[in-house]
């Protein structure tokens, strides 16, 4: 009897969060008279609703956008905050745990404080038109993603490392050859983690991005809106596709990634 009743909260706690999901879609398929009527099935169905937003506005430029800055940002906060996060869990040097707290730290600082000054600085490198200040912050690393990453590290069996020592491998080789491996789980959920808020950032590509064409999903949506959201006549059947086709990719990966993510999500040793 206690296990029917987890499964039916269960149940009821995914049907709460399926059926924004579900509504989106939903909605997304149906004629301009019946996108807000609240039908969970599309009657009448209008897939046309798709192809009109694709010829309409570049979707296939944005989503190329979106998958390579995406990735971009994703690989380099994973490998950087991976790097200093072994450090500072299999290395001991003087300061290192108020080092370790000024890292910390770093994430009381709210976003808006940095952002005009970041952006001079890629202004004054000629780049604050381009993709780049998209990614390449994440190159110093993440400080959530490095304390993350640093309690998988500690929870590794210190053994394997010691003998790796003892048969003459050298910091590098320590983490290449086991460091990573081991944290594998850790790895993808940071991946992860990082390629969903790329994929979902609005406040970046608002600031630095002008030109259509380099423009990423988030920024085109905002651009669709504008132009068919608004006014008496507004078209919110494309936007809910165009919407629609920027968040399944999101779904999909979660489903693939599923096995690490919530392996992943559980820190196996706390210092």
Partial sequence: MKRVGVWAG??????????????LVSASLKDRAHV????????????GNYVEVWRAVPLLTWVGNSVAVGLAAAV????ASAVVAFGFAMFRFPGRD?????????????AAVTMVPVYLEWHALGLATTQIPLWAQNLFGS??????????????PGEVFDA???????????????GLPLARPGLVVVFVFELKAAWTDLIKPLIYLREPDL????RGLKAVLDRFGEGGEAQWELVLAASAVATVPMVLLFLVAQRYFVRGTVTQHVE
Avoid: E, H
């Fill in 98 to 110: 108020a080092l370790f707290g000024v890292v910390l730290a770093t994430m009381m600082l709210p």
């Fill in 36 to 47: 807000f009527d609240n039908a969970l099935l599309p009657r009448p169905f209008s897939p």
């Fill in 10 to 23: 269960l149940l009821v706690v995914a049907l709460a969060f399926g059926y924004p999901f579900w509504w």
């Fill in 164 to 178: 790796a020592k003892v048969d003459g491998a050298n910091a590098w080789r320590l983490f290449t050859a086991l």
């Fill in 143 to 156: 400080a959530f993603y490095i304390f993350l990453l640093r309690q998988f590290f500690l929870g590794l």
């Fill in 76 to 79: 380099a906060a994973t490998a």
């Fill in 215 to 218: 423009y990423t999903l988030p």
